[in-house]
């Protein structure tokens, strides 16, 4: 079993940066993590994952040179950095946790989320 608590999310304006954080714990921390976005009425959608070694990482198109994920297996911590933000990037945020594999599919863990809301 794993939990995860997500934070940092905040009303900014376009343009602005945020670093989401999530903190994991209750297993050791060498899942596949992955931060996904969903908006009220629309499908969850997938925005980045990294592997446990944290050597490798992957993103959705639209997010592709402004966010960049990251990790701290000593801390069991994952981060997204968001740079450039645009409104179209205003969603709930949430990091999630796989036992097998990393990268896109299915997640098992799931935080809370943690709302982010980007001005015009």
């Known amino acids: 079993q794993a939990q995860l608590v997500e934070s940092g999310g905040g009303l900014v304006q376009a343009g602005a940066s945020l670093r989401l954080s999530c903190a994991a714990s209750?297993?050791?921390?060498?899942?596949?993590l992955g931060w996904f976005r969903q908006v009220p009425g629309e499908e969850r959608e997938f925005v980045a994952a990294?592997?446990?070694?944290?050597?490798?990482?992957h993103y959705t198109g639209s997010v592709k040179g402004r966010f960049t994920i990251s990790r701290d297996n000593a801390k069991n911590m994952v981060y997204l950095q968001m740079n450039s933000l645009k409104p179209n990037d205003t969603a709930v945020y949430y990091c999630a946790a796989k036992r097998s594999g990393w990268g896109t599919g299915h997640y098992d863990y799931w935080g809370q989320g943690t709302q982010v809301t980007v001005s015009s």
């Open positions: 990294i592997d446990g070694s944290g050597h490798f990482t």
């Open positions: 209750g297993r050791p921390f060498r899942y596949g």
